[in-house]
């Protein structure tokens, strides 16, 4: 079945901006010998990310520039977490392949169990976040986080990401997020940094 694109445009600054990043990196070299159906299949991923949020969660894209995205899940109950598993499962194993499922799953649970111990309860996830290469150091980035902030904070909800760029840290604790824990990803061989926002916290908007 041929897969069809919704944000294919976005998808593709996703991708040129965090194409180098560990945990993307890992899951695909795993797709193909090919660089071509490498990046295809990563714009798939991004694009079926962004439609996973839009759905279960937050998707922030501007209205006017496709510089980038902000691509957010919140928490769901048991039977609607399973049903987004078994969908981005089938999902992975169709488009990318049965090694990359594997690489992104296994990273993935890793990442979940050392996160479950530390993260409060009904936090929002900051699942992806990037800008298109061109469009960067131009402080955007603020404006795909924060409208989501200040719904989050309206509703009195934490928020989380994890990150492998320490170059952007400084950038999440100017919007209220504080380190709270940092490991090695064995898979990847690269530390990442686990980074909560409490409600109300950081940069006022503008």
């Not at 159906?37 to 279960?56: N, V």
Request: charged share 25%; net charge negative; proline share 5%.
């Amino acid at each position: 079945m041929t897969y069809q694109f919704i944000h294919r445009e976005i998808a593709q600054a996703l991708y040129l901006s965090l194409c180098q990043d560990p945990f993307y990196v890992a899951i695909e070299r795993e797709v193909s010998n090919d660089p071509v159906e490498r990046q295809e299949a990563m714009l798939k991923y991004f694009d079926y990310s962004m439609e996973e949020s839009r759905k279960h969660g937050e998707l922030f894209i501007p209205e006017v520039e496709g510089f980038g995205a902000s691509v957010w899940l919140k928490p769901v109950d048991y039977a609607l977490s399973e049903q987004i598993h078994h969908e981005k499962t089938a999902f992975l194993r169709q488009q990318l392949g049965e090694e990359s499922l594997k690489k992104y799953a296994d990273i993935v649970a890793f990442m979940s169990e050392r996160s479950k111990s530390i993260v409060p309860c009904g936090s929002w996830y900051l699942s992806i976040l990037g800008i298109a290469p061109q469009f960067q150091n131009q402080g955007l980035g603020k404006k795909l986080v924060q409208p989501i902030l200040e719904r989050a904070d309206k509703l009195e909800a934490p928020s989380y990401l994890e990150t492998f760029s320490s170059r952007n840290r400084s950038f999440y604790q100017r919007m209220g997020y504080q380190e709270s824990a940092s490991f090695i990803e064995p898979i990847t061989d690269c530390e990442y940094w686990i980074m909560i926002r409490e409600p109300f916290a950081g940069e006022s908007p503008v």
